[in-house]
């Protein structure tokens, strides 16, 4: 019997993994599509265009690249539901709008109208009875002194260039983001209370976890 067998989660779900930068999404990501023999949703940063323009002038390019980050998204969501499910995604679409363009906006680095544009472009793909929802977002919590440890160690040099205040901004957005956060189930995990790098079986208690807030909601 295989772990997705073991701790009865079905085959066709759809998990999104979502927090902070460096976080540690991707680990996560990575950990529980080799668990449950499911496909990944990755962001790819290397091959993103706008994203090292933006880090360098948030102003010039904060719509560019939000627009690019939600064609990609959409795209992935068109992929997941062509194969029926099994997916874990790094990454959910809501933060883009609910973290990212928001926190751009209100600290002026995108004008209102692009936001104007950009939420209600969001909102007329997203936001619709249409759109397939995960059956599960996964939110990682962390303290804000080891996110920003595990972006220095991460080493990408733009989050190297770019101020701490950037990173604490978004790690007060996040805590209240979640607290409102209503399209899916939710389940919280503390990036204290496993260690998916050195113990391989500390992935095994997730799923349990997965399990019953699945099992729970899906009918
Ligand atoms: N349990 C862990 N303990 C220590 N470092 C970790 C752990 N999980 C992830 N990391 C490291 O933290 C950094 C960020 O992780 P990553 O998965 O890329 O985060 P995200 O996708 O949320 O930005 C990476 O260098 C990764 O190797
Ligand atoms: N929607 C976004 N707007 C701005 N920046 C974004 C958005 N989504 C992701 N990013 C950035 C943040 C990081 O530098 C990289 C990858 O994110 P990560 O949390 O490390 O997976 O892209």
Known sequence: MNLREKYN????????????????????????AKALDFRTSLEKVDTNPYL???????????????????????????????????????????????????????????????????????????MTPYFPHPHLLIYLEGTLDDVVERIKVRGRPMEQATPVTYWEEMHGRYENWINSFNACPILRLNINDYDLMNDETSVEPILEKISLFINHSRF
């Open 9 to 32: 989660i079905p085959h066709d779900s759809v998990i999104t993994i979502a927090g902070t930068v460096g976080v540690g999404k991707s680990t996560m990501t990575h950990a529980l």
């Open 52 to 126: 090292d323009k933006f880090y360098k002038d948030f102003e010039r390019w904060s719509f560019h690249l939000q627009i690019y980050f939600l064609a990609e998204r959409f795209k992935e969501q068109k992929r997941i539901f062509e194969y029926g499910g099994g997916f874990i995604q790094d990454r959910s679409i809501y933060e883009d709008t609910g973290i990212f363009a928001k926190m751009h906006y209100e600290k002026g680095t995108m004008t209102p109208t692009d936001y104007d544009t950009y939420s209600n472009l969001f909102d007329a793909m997203v």
